[in-house]
Every structure is written in C-alpha cells, then in structure tokens.
C-alpha cells in the first residue's frame, strides 16, 4: 500500500485530509454512519481511508493491543467541538471519492507520519 502526504483543499479529497463521508459499519456493510476519515493514500479510482473517532479507546474497548489499533491525533477543525480524536490503523477502508460529503481539515505532516508508522507497524493491513 503506497502512503502519502499531498494535502490541498481544493475541494477534491487528497492524503492527509480529514474529510467527512459515509464509512459502512465493519459487520454490516449495508449500514453505516458519516463520519470524519483521513485520507492516507489511493487504489486506483478508491480512496483509502482511516476512520477517526472522539471516544477515548483506552477506556472504551479494553482491548490489550489498543495501542496498536487506535493512534492519538488530537484536536482539529474536523471536529466543531474540537474534542481529541484517535484513528484506526488496522482497517483500511476504500471509498468512493462521490461518498465524500466534504473535506474538513488538513493534518499536519508529523501527525499523518505518526498514523503512517503505525500503519505499517500493524500486522493486519
């Protein structure tokens, strides 16, 4: 999976934009909900996603490997409430670029770099 970092608000969903779309639930496709995603790359006509949450994961899924599966990114302008954020790296999902609704923010390089290590840390992508 080729990662990059080319951000540019130009209304066109580009890696290392935070943008807001329809990501179907992992066990159920037909149903799903919008929700903020970073952008961390392309497969041919798909974006590939990252999907971000602002529950806190270390208190919420007990999962021994939690590390491993949610990175810490913070606050940005994709939340209004600018609550902090995590991203899960061991689920990279594909979306058609018409299934985004809007862009919401650029993320800062360093952080997209913390999410890509991770990314490629993990076992399951």
């Known amino acids: ?3 990059s970092y080319c951000p540019d608000l130009d209304g066109d969903a580009d890696p290392g934009e935070v943008v807001w779309g329809w990501i ?3 066990d159920d496709h037909s149903r799903g909900k919008d929700r903020p995603s970073l952008v ?3 497969d041919g006509r798909w974006l590939l996603v990252l999907m971000l949450t602002s529950k806190d994961k270390d ?3 007990g999962a021994e490997n939690r590390h491993e599966i949610w990175v ?3 606050s940005g302008p994709w939340d209004r409430e600018r609550r902090p954020s995590e991203v899960r790296v061991d689920r990279v999902i594909r979306l058609a670029e018409g299934a985004v609704r809007r862009e919401g923010a650029i993320l ?3 952080r997209f770099e913390t999410v ?3 990314l490629r840390l993990n076992p399951s992508t």
């Open 1 to 3: 999976m080729d990662i």
């Open 24 to 26: 179907p639930y992992e």
């Open 40 to 42: 961390i790359g392309r």
């Open 59 to 61: 208190r919420s899924d």
């Open 72 to 74: 810490d990114i913070g």
């Open 108 to 110: 800062d390089e360093e």
């Open 116 to 118: 890509a290590a991770a």
